[in-house]
């Protein structure tokens, strides 16, 4: 891929000398060897806080590397850079914005500057939006001659992924009301969804930021047009919309009594603080709800706080900028050792990967280093039968993370234990590996050929991080998400690129519109775009079907 134009250098000839030095003698050293040189490795690179333990000895960090991240940071200004991003400053340039969705997990904005003050009342206004909203559908909710069973969450993206993830963590065992969250336009998911549900014991809650994305609005009114179906009039007064900019929830229908609305200032992967998690909260309490937004207030608090040598945040983000740039590596990979945690990848793939997979710089010449890897992952021990091989024995270096649940909230203690000893043993064997020596050992008398014994090496020296929570607790879930999200700021600012945007996916979506009449009877036409000649003869085929 070629991009043109001289890029600003970010990350200056010094620095990246010194990381290169650093990363061959970790490649050749590896990590197996830092654990036998220093007995204290295991405490020296270990955390506790207060809702988790996390432990990141069985990466490549060392203090020489924590020294070059700290030079690096003061090269770059971090500090100042993450004073301006919680003080409210336009750090989202491209789109004039300021960030402040930390803002909504502590009001009270305790300790810190903020640039401009309206933003303390704009956030008091939506929570109290929020709740007021919360408290009238329940009211309502009493008063229905039916009981709702159902609540169908329309949205996509931001506007959906972090609700579900909060929804399955938190919902517990004994819930009366499901939620189907939909965002896909394929109508196989909704038909399928609607199927399971009654229009008389059903509440719709549509969530859009800008309330004009055609999946949301497209599934909103196939939604109240089964509505109609199933002998309700007005469907529309069954609806809620949560939305920033209440005037196009307004304009396509939508009762003003029952619009939510959030700030602008809030990024759609990073509103699950705010009334886009109003159908969870619906759920789980708004109790609960609460304390996800402290567990979230106390991670802030350590990311704005804690000295970067000992700084999580911080922390993981220089592996993370360590390994995508020094050691060639392309992915990076996300364990959740706890069902109910089931959606956390495809979350944090899109807070990580929409924040941080930018080629430009703040001010639009070429990136001078590697941006985002992908994140990607699943839930143990599912994918230990799967993709588990690749990670031990694949050519590719794949660092990973094991987030595991120390005490469950079931009382099957045999299953969570066997559970945890798989989390564990794969960490274990990622570090240790197994060499020829071993295997001949343990397969002295099993008459093995020469090359069934070698198809049984393992490398090892593979790294993982380790995060054990006490318990899944709504504030531990608070803290979790917000350590991920100060993780990818910090690898933004690393890069010096802006996290806030997401410019890349709009290309698509106007091509998309101008597709769309052609497959609808319209003579296809090279459009201004430009179609190309695979994309118009495909096009014909579908036509053809
Ligand atoms: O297309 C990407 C995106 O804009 C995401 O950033 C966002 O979370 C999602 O679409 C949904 O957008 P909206 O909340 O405006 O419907």
């Given amino acids: 891929m070629t991009i043109h ?164 963590a938190l919902k517990g065992f004994d819930y009366s009301i499901n939620i189907h969250f939909i965002g896909n336009i394929d109508a196989h998911q909704l038909v399928d969804i609607l199927s399971q549900c009654s229009g008389a014991s059903t509440l719709v809650i549509g969530v859009s930021k800008t309330f004009t994305t055609s999946e949301t609005l497209k599934n909103l009114t196939s939604i109240a047009r089964w509505f109609e179906s199933q002998g309700v009039a007005k469907p529309l007064e069954y609806f809620y919309a949560v939305t920033a900019t209440p005037a196009q929830a307004q304009a396509y229908g939508i009762s003003p009594s029952n619009i939510v609305s959030f700030p602008t200032w809030v990024g759609g992967r990073y509103s699950v603080w705010s009334s886009v998690s109003l159908s969870a909260a619906l759920v789980i309490g708004l109790e609960k709800f609460e304390e996800f937004l402290l567990g979230a ?78 994140v990607w992952g699943g839930v143990g021990t599912d994918v230990q039968h799967s993709v588990f091989q690749m990670l031990h024995q694949g050519t590719s270096l794949i660092p990973s993370e094991f987030i595991m649940t120390r005490t469950p909230d079931h009382d099957l203690t045999d299953h969570h234990q066997e559970l945890l000893a798989n989390g564990l043993a794969q960490t274990a064997a990622l570090l240790a590996g197994q060499d020829l020596e071993t295997i001949n050992r343990v397969h002295a008398d099993d008459g093995l050929s020469e090359a069934a014994k070698k198809a049984k090496i393992f490398s090892g020296d593979r790294p993982s991080t380790t995060i054990l929570l006490e318990r899944l607790t709504p504030n531990a879930l608070g803290a979790l998400l917000s350590f991920y999200e100060h993780r990818t700021f910090c690898f933004g600012v690393f890069a010096n690129i802006n996290s806030y945007d997401q410019m890349g996916v709009e290309l698509g979506k106007r091509l998309a519109t101008q597709v769309k009449p052609m497959l609808s009877g319209e003579p296809i036409q090279k459009s201004a775009e430009g179609f190309d000649p695979s994309t118009l003869n495909l096009l014909t085929k579908v036509l053809k079907a």
């Fill in 5 to 168: 134009s001289t890029p600003t250098v970010s990350l200056s000839a010094s620095i990246r000398q010194s990381l290169e030095a650093l990363a061959l003698t970790d490649q050749n050293t590896g990590i197996k060897e830092k654990f036998r040189l220093d007995d204290q490795r295991v405490t020296r690179f270990s955390m506790n806080f207060d809702q988790f333990h996390i432990d990141v000895s069985k990466t490549h960090i060392s203090d020489e590397l924590v020294s070059i991240y700290t030079a690096f940071s003061a090269e770059i200004d971090f500090s100042d850079k993450r004073a301006l991003f919680l003080g409210g400053a336009k750090i989202n340039n491209s789109e004039d914005r300021a960030v402040l969705h930390t803002l909504l997990r502590d009001p009270l904005n305790q300790g810190i500057d903020l640039i401009d003050q309206r933003a303390l009342k704009q956030a008091a206004q939506s929570k109290a939006e929020f709740i007021s909203q919360y408290h009238q559908i329940k009211g309502k909710l009493d008063q229905r001659e039916t009981p709702i069973k159902d609540i169908i969450h329309v949205g996509i993206g931001g506007s959906s992924l972090g609700t579900q993830l909060v929804f399955e």
């Fill in 297 to 374: 207030a106390d991670m802030d608090k350590h990311f704005n706080t804690a000295p970067l040598g000992s700084n999580i945040c911080f922390l993981s983000a220089m592996l993370d900028h360590y390994y995508t740039n020094f050691f060639e590596v392309k992915s990076r990979a996300i364990f959740a050792y706890d069902y109910r945690l089931r959606s956390l990848v495809d979350y944090l793939q899109q807070l990580e990967t929409e924040s941080n997979g930018k080629d430009r710089q703040r001010d639009g010449s070429p990136v001078d280093q590697q941006t985002s890897p992908v």
